[in-house]
């Protein structure tokens, strides 16, 4: 039962986000603006490549790194995500966004390969940067027709499910081979974000 402490910790953290961002869009102008501003955000972070690497990448470091970051790192993620996904759907200039996406992608396969312990702040803050300029990406690009807090809640949401995947996929580390197997997939990931940030050469 103790084992499961940070994971059932974490669920109430996410739950919890999710239910204060369905409450805001609960107050979004129209029903069809709610459902298609929910839609697009939700699916915002499943159509993008980067996106979903580094989403899960924050779940399998942070069940790596275990108590507390197995669940601080999920929270912490969505968390700056509406801070980011605010700066966005608000139009204020934030540099270097899409590299930066990128770069996450490379930095968060790096650590899970080379198994890195960060130090908790460090980790906080590695993940918190990284949430921004995600949730900025997201609130530039929300729909004319959407309902800003569906669309947030929206995006938060899948972002949480990822993040679940991450961690369920980071409890290998406890079977044979599993560490190997893990690092191997930072390995998949950072090479991944490397191509994404040279431009994603071979795709037309």
């Known amino acids: 039962m103790q084992t499961n402490a940070p994971l059932t910790k974490g669920l109430k953290f996410l739950l919890a986000l999710l239910v204060l961002c369905s409450v805001a869009s609960a107050n979004a102008h129209t029903e069809g ?79 899970i390969l080379a198994a890195w312990r960060a130090p908790i702040a460090v980790a906080l803050v590695v993940v918190g940067i ?35 995947s991450g961690i369920a996929l980071g409890m290998l580390k406890v079977v044979p081979r599993g560490p190997e197997i893990l690092r191997g997939s930072g390995a998949a990931i950072a090479a991944a974000g490397v191509w994404i940030l040279i431009g994603m050469p071979g795709v037309a």
């Open 130 to 164: 990284f949430g921004v300029l995600h949730g900025y990406a997201h609130g530039l690009e929300l729909p004319k027709s959407a309902a800003p807090q569906a669309y947030t809640a929206g995006f938060v949401l899948a972002t949480g499910l990822l993040h679940l």
């Open 33 to 111: 603006m709610e459902t298609s501003g929910f839609i697009a955000g939700f699916t915002h972070p499943l159509g993008g490549l980067d996106h979903l690497l580094a989403m899960v990448s924050v779940g399998i470091w942070g069940a790596w790194l275990g108590r507390p970051l197995i669940w601080a790192l999920p929270v912490t993620f969505p968390l700056l995500m509406v801070v980011g996904g605010v700066l966005g759907i608000a139009g204020v200039p934030v540099p270097y966004v899409e590299p930066g996406i990128a770069a996450s992608v490379v930095i968060l396969g790096l650590a």
